[in-house]
């Protein structure tokens, strides 16, 4: 008797999950609509925002950065860490655009981790009243080799980006793939 009213609660609790996909993907649908008419009846839509216009935002957002590929001689500690931080915010923006199980939002989570990992690897630190610099091979306060770890994901990233949905780069852009990649 136990075992049927196990199987029963079972059965129950199943058909409860089975009955709350259809309500929640008509709400999802009802909150895209933007408006009703009448006479005749019509409904506007928002559609759905599609991987490779976030995609392409992203592509475009990074061949305006300066840091992903400028020489290594012209970066200033302050405008690098201005721009990996603009470089995070929007790539938290775009990221509440997706739905995390995506490959998309998981290429822009390294990218985003990237971001903080090389302004962790220049930020100052004080040492018995001294500053000192993390990384070496420095000008102007930044570390090459931080600034090359970054510009490897982002090439990585970017180039994945690129090839899965069909789009192009910029020239500059594109010097930060790794050189295996540009063949």
């Known amino acids: ?46 559609p759905p925002e599609t991987q490779r216009q976030v995609a392409r935002r992203v592509i475009a957002f990074c061949e305006d950065r300066r840091i992903l590929f400028a020489p290594h001689n012209w970066e200033m500690k ?54 000192v610099w993390t990384g ?5 306060g930044v570390s090459w080799d931080a600034l090359d770890a970054l510009r490897i994901c982002f090439g990585h990233q970017i180039f994945w980006i690129m090839m899965a949905y069909g789009l192009e780069v910029e020239e500059d852009l594109a010097q930060a793939f790794p050189d295996y990649l540009k063949k």
């Open 1 to 46: 008797m136990i075992e049927v009213i196990k199987a029963l609660r079972v059965k129950a609790v199943r058909q409860k999950q089975t009955m709350r996909k259809p309500y929640t993907a008509f709400t999802d649908a009802l909150s895209k609509v933007t408006g009703v008419s009448i006479p005749v009846f019509g409904i506007q839509w928002q």
């Open 78 to 131: 302050s405008e690098c860490v201005h721009s990996a931080t603009e470089i995070r915010r929007f790539l938290t923006e775009e990221l509440g655009r997706l739905d995390r199980d995506l490959e998309l939002a998981r290429r822009l989570e390294q990218m985003r981790k990237a971001c903080r990992i090389f302004m962790d690897s220049i930020r100052e630190s004080e040492i018995d009243g001294a500053r």
């Open 136 to 140: 070496c091979n420095m000008v102007h």
